[in-house]
């Protein structure tokens, strides 16, 4: 059975950082590519960042430069690194895992990061 657990969210001040983890299980984990996306009430679930199995990754423009996704494949383990964060950063953060071939796509249940003052 697979299984993406999210952890690290929570309640954070304008410009302070959080860190989520994303641990899996009953996957092969360094052949998956990863992905954080996140949605906000009233809103699509979008793309934060992905991190490919041998460690290219992609974000969004509205977090790039300020968000690090990174992976230990030793500890099937995906992380987002979150600085500066903004009130609009306020969501439930999700975990993807993926593969195409034979395609297979897994989701997390969530975790909630919340910006405010």
């Known amino acids: 059975q697979v299984q993406l657990v999210e952890s690290g969210g929570g309640l954070v001040q304008p410009g302070g950082s959080l860190r989520l983890s994303c641990t899996s299980s009953?996957?092969?984990?360094?052949?998956?590519?990863m992905g954080w996306y996140r949605q906000a009430p009233g809103n699509q679930r979008e793309l934060v960042a992905t991190?490919?199995?041998?460690?290219?990754?992609n974000y969004a423009d509205s977090v790039n430069g300020r968000f690090t996704i990174s992976r230990d494949n030793a500890k099937n383990t995906l992380y987002l690194q979150m600085n500066s964060l903004r009130p609009e950063d306020t969501a439930v953060y999700y975990c993807?895992?993926?593969?195409?071939?034979?395609?297979?796509?897994?989701w997390g249940q969530g975790t909630q990061v919340t910006v405010s003052s």
């Open positions: 009953g996957i092969i984990f360094r052949t998956y590519a």
């Open positions: 993807n895992a993926k593969k195409q071939l034979p395609f297979r796509n897994y």
């Open positions: 991190i490919s199995s041998g460690g290219n990754t």
